[in-house]
C-alpha cells in the first residue's frame, strides 16, 4: 500500500527551480532514502513531504491527506529537521512535555511517554539539563525522541546524524533500524553519507531540483558510486 | 467535553512556554523594567517644567491637581506594554525564519490555538512589565496610583498590541525588517494614542486618524483606569457613584480595544488557513 504519494510537484523561489516535476511513492515500512549533493533540493522536498510548505504545482498525499487537511495528518508523521528546533532556553523534559500536550496528550500521559522514551535513548539523565547544555548527539536524541513521543506511522528526518561523530551516528542507526523493524515504522530520510544510504530499501537522487535516479539503494551503489 | 479540555490545555501549554523563555531571559526581564521608568522620570520632571499643564487639565476635562508626571505615567506604561508585546511579533517572525515555529505548525494542535497561546503569553508579560512600572512609579512619586482595574487594562492593551504583533508578523521572513514597523507603525500610533499629550489639542486631521488607530482606545482604557484610581484615592466613600461615572467610561474604551482584537485575529486566522506559518 502506498501511503505517501508525491505527485508532479514543482517548487520555485523566484525564478529558480528547486524542485521540478517530481514523482514518487514511499511504501509502509521502507526506508526511504532522499540523496543528492547541496541545494539539489532535498530539504525542500522534505518540507512539502511534512506539509511545511506547500508546491507551486503538483499533490502531496499522505495517507490521503492533502495540504489543506494537514493537521489531520500530523499525528501520522513525526518529524527530525535539519536545523535544531528544541528550545535551547527550556529542559529537556520540557521540550518533551510541551511538544506531547500539543500532540493531545494529557498531562500524565506525557510523563509516562516522556520517561519510557528516555529510556529508550539512554537520556534519563539529562531530562533537567537545558537544552544548551547538551552535546550535538544527546540533542539529536532528544530531537528524534520528540518526533517519536506520539508514535507516528512514518519518521521524517532531514540529515538526522549531520555534524555527529561516527560513534553517534552508529547509535542514531541502531536505533533507527530497530525502529523500522521491530515497529514497522516507515522512515524518510535525506542524507549525504554513503554508508547511510546504503542501509536504506530505496533511493531518489536528485540534482539541481531534478530526479534523477529512483530504485534500490543496491542498484544506486552499483550505479552511482562515485558520480554523486 | 475531552477536545474543550485538550484546546484549553494547548492554549496555557503555549503561553507558559512563552512565559518561561522570557522569564529565563533575567537581563531582559530587568532592562525592560528599568528603562520605562527612568524615561518617566527624564519626561515627567524635564519635560513637565515647559509643559502648560492646565491646558492639558482642560483638553482632558480633568478636575483637580495634576502634574505632567501624573499625565504622562499612564502614557509611559502604556508604552512599555506596546514595546514589550509588540517585540514578541519580532519573535514570532524570527521562530518563522529559523524554523522554530515548525514543531508547533506541524502538530496536531490547530493553528488558531497556537496565535491565541501566543498573543495571551505576549499580552500577559507585557502586561506584567507594565504593573511592575506602576508598582515602581507607586513607590517612588507617591502621587502615582494603582488599583484593581490596572492589571486588567494594561492586559487588553498588550492583546492589542500581540495580536497586531502577530498579523503584521505574517507578512514578514526576516525579524530585522519586522524591526522597521517600530519607527513606522508603532511610534507614530504611540504618538498618536494620546500617551504624551491629549490627541484633542492636535489638527482636526490627527484627531480624525487617531479614530482608527487602535493604541488610542487601549491607552485611553489604561488612562481612564488611572482617573478612577486617583478619584477613588481621593474618596472611597463614592465608589458606587464612581463606577457609574467613570466605569462607562472604561468599559466603553475596553470594548473597542477588543473589537479591534477580534477584527485583527480574525484576520489572522483568515489568511493563515490557507498558508502555511513557515
Known sequence: MRFISVKNITKRYGNVFALENINFEVKEGEIFGIVGPNGAGKSTLIKILTMAIKPDEGEVLIYGSDFKNRKKVAKKLGIVFQETTLDVILTVRENLFFHAILFGFSSSISKNLIKNLASFFNFENYLDMKISELSGGTRRKVEIARALLHSPKVLVMDEPTLGLDIESRNQLWSYIKELNEKNGMTIILTSHYLEEISLCDRVLVLDSGKMRFLGSSKEFIKNFYGKV | ?278
Not at chain 2, 462607562?248 to 488557513?273: C, D, P, Q, R, S
Open chain 2, 1 to 278: 467535553m475531552e477536545k474543550f479540555k485538550i484546546t484549553i490545555l494547548q492554549i496555557i501549554i503555549i503561553s507558559y512556554r512563552e512565559f518561561l523563555k522570557w522569564w529565563r531571559n533575567k537581563f531582559k526581564v530587568i532592562t525592560t523594567v528599568i528603562q520605562p521608568f527612568i524615561w518617566t522620570i527624564f519626561f515627567g520632571l524635564g519635560l513637565g517644567k515647559i509643559v502648560n499643564i492646565n491646558e492639558i487639565a482642560r483638553a482632558i476635562n480633568y478636575q483637580g491637581e495634576i502634574s505632567y508626571l501624573l499625565f504622562i505615567f499612564p502614557g509611559m506604561i502604556s508604552t512599555t506594554v506596546i514595546f514589550i508585546s509588540f517585540n514578541f511579533g519580532h519573535s514570532f517572525v524570527e521562530e518563522k525564519e529559523r524554523g522554530f515555529l515548525r514543531p508547533l505548525i506541524l502538530s496536531p494542535t490547530p493553528d488558531w490555538v497556537i496565535v491565541l497561546g501566543k498573543i495571551l503569553s505576549a499580552g500577559f508579560i507585557g502586561a506584567l512589565q507594565g504593573l511592575i512600572v506602576n508598582l515602581l512609579g507607586f513607590i517612588y512619586f507617591k502621587e502615582i496610583s494603582i488599583t484593581f482595574l490596572t492589571f486588567p487594562a494594561l492586559l487588553v492593551l498588550g492583546i492589542l498590541t500581540a495580536t497586531l504583533g502577530i498579523f503584521l508578523g505574517l507578512f514578514f521572513k526576516k525579524a530585522g525588517s519586522y524591526d522597521i514597523l517600530l519607527f513606522y507603525v508603532i511610534i507614530p500610533a504611540i504618538l498618536l494614542s494620546g500617551a504624551y499629550f491629549p490627541v484633542e489639542l492636535t489638527p482636526l486631521w490627527m484627531i480624525r486618524l487617531a479614530q482608527f488607530n487602535p493604541f488610542y482606545y487601549g491607552v485611553e482604557t489604561v488612562k481612564k483606569v488611572f482617573v478612577f484610581s486617583l478619584s477613588l484615592e481621593k474618596d472611597f466613600s463614592n465608589l458606587k457613584e464612581l463606577i457609574i461615572t467613570k466605569g462607562i467610561g472604561i468599559f466603553e474604551g475596553a470594548l473597542y480595544t477588543f473589537l479591534f482584537i477580534a477584527f485583527f485575529f480574525v484576520l489572522i486566522n483568515v489568511i493563515i488557513k490557507n498558508k502555511s506559518l513557515d
